[in-house]
């Protein structure tokens, strides 16, 4: 079956502008999470959303945001960039329940701010 | 605060010599915990998931175990193909959301031939 597939896989910003990244999940996955990858800092964690809404929230700015529509496709969003935010951008899709916890990464947005 | 540590931060080996990752964790009720294959460049592979203290979990070279304080990745007879960067993480057990995992930061795991 087909994996998570995240758009665009590498694009480079300018500081203050937005970037829009886009997820796609395994067929019939409902939960989607988003991580930030960093040399300095590793795997982060963003948010999380299941059926359209946001479950979770990890300790990032509020010029990071997502949402979910009702096909479980997923976009983050981050304004005002700055050049910190230079990064690999993980989406991950599970099922999102008690009856299955595997979590599937995708190949990851690279995004450049210079 | 959930935590997770991951020893050594690389490792170096020959084909065939045996050897095990180590991943400690603190965390408030465990879930889950995860192990990952990521490649340069790539997302992170999912290898396993462990569930209770005691469990084990098997996949080719590779064996998972897991305690109540900490997880061991054994890779048998490695090869120059696993070659990779071998990361674990926590699950917490939560009101809401399943998603949330707290990563290590990593070993990165060369194997000579």
């Known amino acids: 079956k087909a994996g998570v597939t995240q758009t665009p896989r590498y694009l480079i910003k300018t500081r203050g502008q937005q970037v829009t990244l886009s997820c796609s999940p395994i067929?019939?996955?409902?939960?989607v999470s988003w991580y930030q990858q960093t040399p300095g800092q590793g795997l982060q964690f963003l948010f999380e959303y299941f059926s359209e809404t946001q479950r979770n929230k990890g300790n990032f700015p509020g010029r990071f945001s997502g949402r979910q529509f009702s096909n479980s496709r997923s976009e983050m969003n981050v304004s005002t960039l700055e050049l910190g935010d230079s990064a690999l951008y993980l989406c991950?899709?599970?099922?999102?329940?008690?009856?299955?916890?595997?979590?599937?990464f995708g190949e990851g947005s690279w995004l450049t701010v210079v | 605060e959930d935590q997770v540590t991951q020893s050594p931060e690389a490792l170096r080996l020959q084909e065939g010599e045996s050897s095990s990752l180590n991943c400690s964790y603190t965390?408030?009720?465990?879930?889950?915990l995860f192990w990952y294959r990521q490649d340069p460049g790539k997302g992170p592979e999912f290898l396993f998931t462990l569930y209770s203290a005691g469990e084990e979990k098997e996949k080719e070279r590779l064996k998972a175990t897991l305690t109540k304080k900490e997880s061991f990745l054994h890779i048998t007879a490695p090869k120059p193909e696993d070659s990779a960067t071998y990361l674990c993480?926590?699950?917490?057990?939560?009101?809401?959301?399943?998603?949330?995992?707290?990563f290590g930061t990593g070993t990165r795991l060369l194997v000579s031939p």
């Open positions: 993480a926590v699950q917490a057990e939560m009101n809401t959301g399943f998603q949330k995992l707290v």
């Open positions: 067929s019939g996955h409902r939960s």
């Open positions: 991950a899709s599970s099922l999102g329940d008690f009856s299955g916890n595997t979590i599937y």
């Open positions: 965390v408030s009720g465990l879930r889950g």
